[in-house]
């Protein structure tokens, strides 16, 4: 079998365009390559198909636009249905259930079979459904769908099996909870109105029986009409006509009255001895104006009538505010007695529930919390207090509290990392909560065997930071960082840059973290980089700002070199074919016009600021604008604590500082990355001659991004900005001249030295900081189209289909398309959450969808999404002509004329390793990859002992191009010659601020992963894995030897990819832009999994999607809520065991006896049969076209559950048998009394009548 992989891994490496050999040579495609085979190199893989199964774990998070709202107060657990179908079933901290409607269809209502373990949903497309939660994975055991009318609303009494529903004509129909088929008892709207009527009543409102007789349902319609039904009769008792339309019903728990709410605010009780008028009327917010009018208020939605025996009756209601009060928010009153409590809320109500003791409707209700469910958020109020305080939610229901930009998910953290994050966070928690416990404490869940520490990242629209603890598939929030607080708040009319900071400059756009070394770094939306250090005591510091001009002088066009795919890399020291040109620099850079422009787009407090413990500013860095131009997002950042360096780059350059001696090491173009190994031939022209009318185009482009920005609706949610349709004709303006290409100077390789004085006053920038610009200008290049977006560029394979006709090239200047300095420095909130574009997945070839993804993946251009509005379902014909396909075929040759596109570094990665192929030891190293599938490795020297690290200068030394893959670089991996995952060398973690101790002085500690440590066994050198869009690649080092490679996909392309650990072994994870996550052994790529698990592809998904160590990703399933999958077969076995139990078996509480003379006077409820009434004997059957009968699948699924855990089902059986076994003993001794009685009364009955039996009547 050894012998067999062998040999399939020769003709591996040999495949045709399977390799591209060593740097300095190349061959063409569909030549098998020359380079010698490593020799000694086996590694065992251990990893079969075997060990991955896709499945979703868990979803944190608000539930996306809910809708519907229901509560079992026996079993203490809540239910909350969305508009997207999906049903959130909540219990204690730890019980926490996400079940999915196949149909997507809304959920209109919510009502549990009160401790049965199960709950009805009915939808809007008029389905009513039954869970089963008597299962850890709640499944669909009925379906009912009704085809002739529409559900408006419906009702189960307790304990009763039989379901009312209530239709959009006005009739009511019984449903069979157990079989859920329909009964024949049918009561219709032209029966239970008066025959004189002549109006239709409207819809079904509200269903409820008396709790005085389960015999008689009230029958609310929305136009006002109230009718009581006698089930028994099969008549009306009585019917009120009120002028107002009627939104709610709510009993008194004698049965004796009944409140309505009405659509003009106001509330009616009414009197069952008197129905003909309301027995009181309220307005409980509508005040009398001075000409005896009352004020016209907003309707009372839902209104609820709860007693109490030791106080007043409750009402709640929602809504009934005087319409002359705008601008006010959603309230939300408690009615207690005499006292009225308005309790504003930050979003519209959605729906409410008071919280009971009893679930007896005919007993006092003795309510103790009001469970509040609004748009954005979950509020329960505590009513047992007289300053009615919510209590504490203990569920992350805030992911959404800013919108979410960017996800980071780190699975095994160091253990004492959550604590400590913990300790701090729990500082600054807000207070004035409820003292009670969290009354929603239903199901039960215990800790799993299999858990480890885990951490969640999540990035803000505000600039906000959030750490959240995700160990054993919870989550909770352990330390909040606002990184706000290390700019000055931006004031108007400060300048250019003032003028285009908009609600969200400080939004985050990715996050590095090293939980070893606790250093974590901040991308943000303007350009700026913050840096972290993290400490346990506060501290009073200045933050150090370093400024950065990196702005590209080149729109480059790639020709076809002479050698195609294969181009010939000669090594760092040789000759380059093609002459690297230089160009004297462009005269308005020194210019003080240009000077004026250097300035970033936020401003750094300059003061001395105290600190609180937790992470630390200590560093800022901002590119700055050039000649008027905004300088671009940054695309990619990589820290490694170890050096001491931080290295970021975007489609302009890449920069690499020294942030322990706060210097720029390195500042220079993508281009200049090269040197005289530049794979590709590029044809150049003049620089522009007139730089003045780009600033004035500049500046006209961004004046009117931002003008139609301000014209569109801005919500909590929606902070995204679009480009406006004029756009175009600013772009074809700017394509008139020929000087509108964007040019702007860039640096060419700066190698900057600086004193120590620099460290010790921060403040004051060395000379070569200040005057950082570029000593020539670097070539300027056409730019034929606009695959450029956003600091991004597309795949170098990107190209139209064959056969499209190309937009000629005139000599004017660029495609009209393309965009020009205009791009705006930052946009409003760069919002994951607020993208709801759902693309189709098509194999069909198309030329704009790939740049259409990537505009909204990197967030140039974006469609409007209103969080008011619900966004029609997706249209095929719409959009087809604009995107045709989310994922489409592209040519793999990369020396296309067609292809479109400017260089941006796309991937970064510290590491040791060897940056020539002479290097006999490895060295500290960095990676470099680019938009156009190089990857170029950067030797560097970096000091190691701590004294000559703050002193001595870090040298970085010439590279060399090392490797061309199809499509831009995503990942770099480090594998060791026996195949273990090499981690990056860091820190370890040493507070600054501690007291210092003479007897142990602080020093640095390393912590080094260095290749070399297994020469002795496995030879010299390391592997490196690179994977693109398109391919994934294993490279030998030193020798840089192509060792495997595999083409991931051909349709489409891939989003996110990392090398993982996994069942005790590694491989590469991808996700592709078709919604397929895949999985590939390491270091053969062999594909091990391939699944197709998100058919329609959004770019909310596509920007949050992130892989983890364990088997784990995650990413945002809606704008508020975060779902976790996981790709492992051995987490996918353990899940049932960390899932929370919905269903604990609880004893019914029983019914209060009410006594003899208040049930002699009429006081206790009427009990009948429904089963006598309802069933198919008395009421025959229904017919057979007004509703379809739909098995579902729960049983199957309580199967499987019951496979999955049958330890613990026995436990629970055997404790269930024995419970049985204790009750059965009970009734057997009730029983033998109850005889024992029976015959003693027969006795004493037949000794009487004997005594009885000769007398006389009259001797009685």
């Known amino acids: 079998m050894k012998k067999f992989r062998k040999v399939l891994d020769g003709l591996t490496t040999s495949s045709p365009g399977g390799t591209i050999g060593s740097p300095s040579c190349g061959s063409a495609a569909g030549t098998p390559t020359s380079a010698p085979t490593p020799k000694d190199i086996d590694i065992q893989e251990t990893l079969v198909a075997e060990n991955f199964q896709l499945c979703k774990t868990v979803r944190h998070g608000f539930p996306y636009q809910p809708t519907a709202l229901a509560f079992d107060p026996v079993q203490k657990i809540l239910a909350i249905g969305s508009r997207t179908g999906g049903v959130r079933i909540l219990g204690r901290p730890g019980v926490d259930c996400y079940c999915q409607h196949e149909s997507g269809a809304a959920v209109l209502q919510l009502q549990f079979l009160i401790n049965e373990g199960a709950l009805v949903s009915a939808c809007a497309d008029d389905t009513l459904h039954l869970w089963n939660l008597r299962q850890r994975r709640p499944a669909v055991l009925h379906s009912l769908k009704f085809n002739r009318e529409r559900i408006t609303f419906c009702h189960l009494p307790f304990q009763s099996k039989w379901l009312y529903v209530g239709t959009e004509r006005g009739n009511t129909h019984i449903v069979n909870i157990e079989s859920f088929v329909l009964s024949g008892y049918v009561i219709m709207w032209n029966k239970a109105i008066e025959l004189s009527t002549k109006t239709h009543p409207g819809p079904v409102v509200h269903l409820s029986d008396s709790p005085k007789d389960e015999g008689k349902l009230l029958i609310g319609f929305e136009s006002g009409t109230i009718v009581q039904w006698d089930l028994r009769g099969k008549k009306a008792d009585f019917r009120i006509y009120y002028d107002e339309a009627i939104h709610s019903v709510s009993w008194h728990h004698e049965g004796k009255q009944f409140m309505c709410s009405h659509s003009d605010g106001s509330l009616t009780l009414w009197n069952l001895r008197n129905t003909t008028k309301p027995f009181q009327v309220t307005f409980p917010h509508g005040k009398i104006q001075k000409d005896g009018r009352k004020e016209s208020c907003k309707p009372i939605l839902k209104v609820e009538y709860k007693t109490s025996r030791n106080s007043e009756p409750f009402v709640v209601f929602s809504g009934g505010l005087s319409y002359d009060k705008a601008g006010r928010r959603p309230t939300l009153t408690i009615m207690h007695g005499k006292a009225i409590t308005v309790l504003e809320m930050d979003y519209p109500i959605v729906e409410f529930m008071v919280l009971c003791d009893t679930p007896y409707n005919n007993e006092v209700q003795e309510p103790y919390a009001v469970v509040v469910l609004l748009e954005k958020d979950l509020i329960v109020v505590d009513l047992t207090q007289s300053n009615f305080p919510v209590f504490e939610n203990p569920y992350p229901m805030d992911v959404h509290e800013s919108p979410v930009t960017c996800t980071a998910y780190f699975a095994d953290c160091p253990p004492d990392i959550i604590p400590i994050l913990y300790s701090i966070g729990a500082k600054h928690k807000k207070t004035g909560y409820s003292q009670k416990e969290w009354p929603i404490s239903g199901g039960t869940w215990t800790l799993g065997s299999h858990t480890y520490p885990e951490i969640i990242i999540t990035g803000h629209a505000d600039g906000s930071i959030k750490f959240w603890d995700a160990s054993a598939i919870t989550l909770q929030m352990l330390y909040k960082l606002k990184t706000s607080k290390v700019f000055e708040k931006p004031k108007p009319g400060e300048g250019r ?21 606790r250093i974590f770094c901040v991308v943000g939306i303007s350009a700026h980089i913050i840096l972290y250090r993290f400490s346990k005591y506060d501290a009073n510091t200045q933050i150090v700002s370093l400024d950065v001009r990196l702005q590209c002088e080149s729109d480059d066009v790639i020709t076809p070199s002479e050698n195609e795919n294969n181009p010939c890399f000669p090594e760092p020291g040789s000759h380059s074919p093609q002459p690297h040109h230089q160009y004297p620099a462009s005269p308005s850079s020194g210019t003080p016009e240009g000077n004026k422009d250097s300035i970033p787009c936020l401003k750094v ?4 600021v105290r600190v609180p413990p937790g992470y630390q500013a200590e560093l800022v860095i901002q590119l700055l ?14 820290i490694n604590s170890a050096y001491g360096l931080l290295a970021f780059g975007n489609c302009s350059g890449l920069v690499v500082v020294d942030y322990l001696q706060k210097t720029i090491l390195l500042c220079m173009s993508t281009l200049d990355l090269y040197g005289a190994a530049d794979p590709y031939q590029r044809l150049t022209r003049s620089p522009r001659r007139n730089r003045q009318s780009t600033s004035e185009l500049c500046m006209r482009g961004l004046s009117n991004f931002y003008s139609d920005s301000k014209k569109r609706i801005r919500t909590s949610y929606q902070s995204l900005t679009e480009l406006s349709d004029n756009q175009q004709s600013i772009d074809m303006e700017r394509s008139k001249s020929p000087t509108s290409v964007s040019v702007c100077s860039v640096g060419s390789p700066i190698l900057v030295h600086y004193p120590t004085s620099l460290h010790n006053d921060p403040r004051v920038l060395p000379e070569p900081v200040a005057s950082l610009r570029a000593s020539h200008c670097s070539p300027v290049y056409y730019l034929l189209d606009n695959d450029h977006v956003n600091g991004h560029c597309t795949s170098p394979t990107s190209q139209p289909s064959a056969g ?8 004017e200047g660029p495609r009209l398309t393309r965009r020009g300095p205009g791009r705006p420095p930052f946009r409003k909130a760069q919002s994951a959450a607020c993208m709801e574009i759902s693309l189709p997945v098509s194999h069909t070839e198309g030329y704009a969808s790939r740049r259409a993804m990537l505009q909204q993946l990197h967030g140039v251009t974006m469609y409007s999404h209103d969080e008011h509005h619900t966004p029609s379902p997706y249209c095929w014909s719409e959009r087809e002509s604009r995107e045709n396909s989310f994922s489409r075929s592209r040519s793999s040759s990369v020396s296309s004329i067609d292809r479109d596109t400017k260089e941006a570094i796309t991937t970064l990665q510290f590491g040791e390793s060897y940056g020539r192929k002479t290097d006999a030891l ?31 200068p870090v040298t970085i030394g010439p590279s060399g191009v090392v490797l061309l893959l199809k499509g831009s670089v995503l990942r770099f991996g480090f594998l060791d010659c026996m195949g273990v995952l090499i981690q990056s060398p860091h820190e370890v973690w040493r507070d600054l601020n501690a007291p210092e101790d003479p007897d142990r002085p602080r020093r640095r500690k390393l912590i080094n992963f260095s290749p070399s440590s297994s020469q002795d066994t496995c030879g010299e050198g390391h592997l490196a894995v690179v994977c693109s869009e398109r391919q994934a690649k294993v490279l030998l080092m030193p020798s840089q030897s192509c060792l495997f490679v595999h083409n991931i996909t051909e349709s489409s392309f891939v989003l996110r990819a990392d090398v993982v650990s996994v069942c005790n072994s590694v491989c590469l994870a991808c996700f592709c832009a078709n919604g397929h996550i895949m999985t590939l052994s390491l270091p053969s790529l062999r594909p091990l999994v391939n699944v197709n698990y998100l058919p329609l592809t959004d770019m909310r998904i596509a920007r949050t999607f992130c892989f983890t160590n364990g088997g784990q990703a995650l990413y945002l399933s809606s704008p508020t809520e975060i779902q976790r999958i996981t790709y492992s077969q051995e987490m996918c076995d353990n899940l049932q065991e960390m899932l ?5 078996p609880i004893e019914t509480p029983e019914a209060q006896n009410r006594g003899f003379l208040k049930g002699f006077f009429g006081g206790n409820a009427h009990t009948f049969d429904r089963e006598e009434l309802f069933g198919e004997a008395a009421a025959g059957k229904a017919s057979r076209s007004l509703a379809q009968h739909i098995p579902g699948q729960g049983g199957v699924e309580g199967m499987k559950v019951a496979a999955s855990g049958v330890v613990g089902d026995l436990a629970r059986a055997r404790v269930a048998l024995d419970e049985r076994g204790q009750r059965l003993g009970e009734l057997e001794d009730r029983t033998a009394l109850m005889m024992t009685s029976a015959e003693t009364f027969s006795k004493h009955a037949h000794e009487l009548m004997l005594k009885c039996k000769d007398k006389k009547w009259y001797q009685f």
Do not use: H, N, Y
């Not at 407090?605 to 001395?608: A, E, F, I, T």
């Not at 190309?806 to 000599?811: D, H, K, Q, Y």
């Not at 490795?937 to 002193?951: F, W, Y």
């Open 497 to 517: 840059a003032a003028d285009l900071v908009e609600e969200d400059p400080f939004a985050v756009q990715m996050v590095s973290w090293c939980p070893q070394s």
């Open 605 to 608: 407090k300059d003061r001395v």
């Open 625 to 638: 604008w050039v000649d008027g131009e905004p300088p671009q997002q940054i695309t990619t950042l990589d």
């Open 804 to 811: 499209k006709p190309r937009v000629p090239m005139g000599p």
């Open 922 to 952: 490895p060295t500290p190293c960095l990676w470099v990859g680019t938009s156009l599938g190089v990857v170029v490795v950067i030797p560097m020297s970096v000091p190691t002992e701590q004294e000559e690290r703050m002193e001595e």
């Open 1140 to 1144: 929370g139990e919905l269903f604990t």
